[in-house]
């Protein structure tokens, strides 16, 4: 098989793999259909509360890596944007925003604090890259904690290349944030959680795809990202699956875990090792 044949085929093994690996984090329709609210969805606030947090006091690779690719001041777009924690700390050398995000909610609180910043984001509602038509390109494109939301990662990768004109900067944790939930699903539920993929899939794919890109790998500290305890231990009982009537033996639960209740970080996120990677944009302009 020739060279080219044998990299497509590593190429396609690497894709299947990342697929595989996020199936698997699958919840079991048993576990799901016992309670009536969706595991999936983080409150609002804990967005919000980071993205001002962020925008305060903007720091880490991802942020510096971007704002360098920002100089001359150029636009921005934010895939995947949240509230805005990755875009709001480039406001100062950002020329125009443009903010994708499946959720109406999400980008009114970016829409609002960007606004207060005194920039006028474009908005996009819908899923990445069905959407990249309407989105447009930038001299920057942003992606943070999204990747692993994808199961089919070729095309997104794609997209936000030939979005960008100058740099595509992707945040992740450098393991699947909710890896350290495992042990208590294993608590609660009898029931063995995947660990994969990774960071270094991630890139492994990048490289397989005949794009070249860096990596950064750094600790990012955790912050208040919730307001007390009590809205920690709703969180991480609707991730386990759990009815409210279990809301104690959540607390006691995250307590043996090591989480201090005068100090409620995201068990889920919240400071664990980040991956900041980032590669040329290959936008047609």
């Known amino acids: 098989m020739s060279t080219a044949g044998n990299e497509a085929r590593l190429a396609d093994e690497l894709l299947r793999r990342w697929r595989e690996d996020l199936e698997d984090w699958a919840i079991p329709e048993h576990i799901t259909a016992a309670v009536s609210e969706s595991p999936w969805v983080l409150p609002r606030q804990v967005f919000a509360r980071r993205a001002d947090r962020l925008a305060a006091a903007p720091a880490g690779p991802s942020y510096q890596r971007a704002r360098a690719a920002l100089d001359p001041p150029g636009s921005v777009l934010d895939i995947g944007s949240g509230a805005g924690s990755a875009c ?8 125009e925003l443009t903010a994708v995000d499946t959720e109406a909610e999400m980008l009114e609180l970016l829409s609002t604090r960007a606004e207060r910043a005194g920039m006028r984001a ?14 447009g390109q930038a001299d920057v494109v942003t992606c943070h904690h999204v990747t692993y ?8 990768l794609a997209a936000l290349t030939t979005a960008a004109r100058r740099l ?14 495992n042990a208590l699903w294993l608590k609660f539920h009898g029931l063995r959680r995947p660990d994969g993929p990774t960071s270094a899939d991630l890139l492994a794919i990048l490289t397989a795809l005949g794009i070249e890109a860096g990596c950064e790998l750094w600790h ?12 920690l231990v709703d969180v991480t009982r609707r991730r386990l699956c759990l009815p409210p009537d279990r809301a104690r033996d959540v607390a006691r639960a995250l307590q043996d875990a090591g989480i201090d209740p005068d100090h409620p970080v995201d068990l889920g996120s919240s ?15």
């Open 220 to 231: 990012r500290p955790s912050g208040p990202d919730y307001q007390n305890f009590a809205e």
């Open 271 to 285: 400071g664990r090792g980040v991956a900041t990677i980032w590669w040329a944009g290959r936008a047609d302009t």
């Open 149 to 156: 939301n994808v199961q089919n990662i070729e095309p997104f």
């Open 168 to 181: 595509v900067v992707v945040e992740m944790t450098t393991t699947h944030p909710l890896t350290s939930l």
């Open 122 to 135: 474009t908005l996009v509602q819908g899923p990445w890259p069905e959407v990249a038509g309407e989105a």
């Open 88 to 95: 709001l700390p480039l406001l100062p050398r950002c020329t």
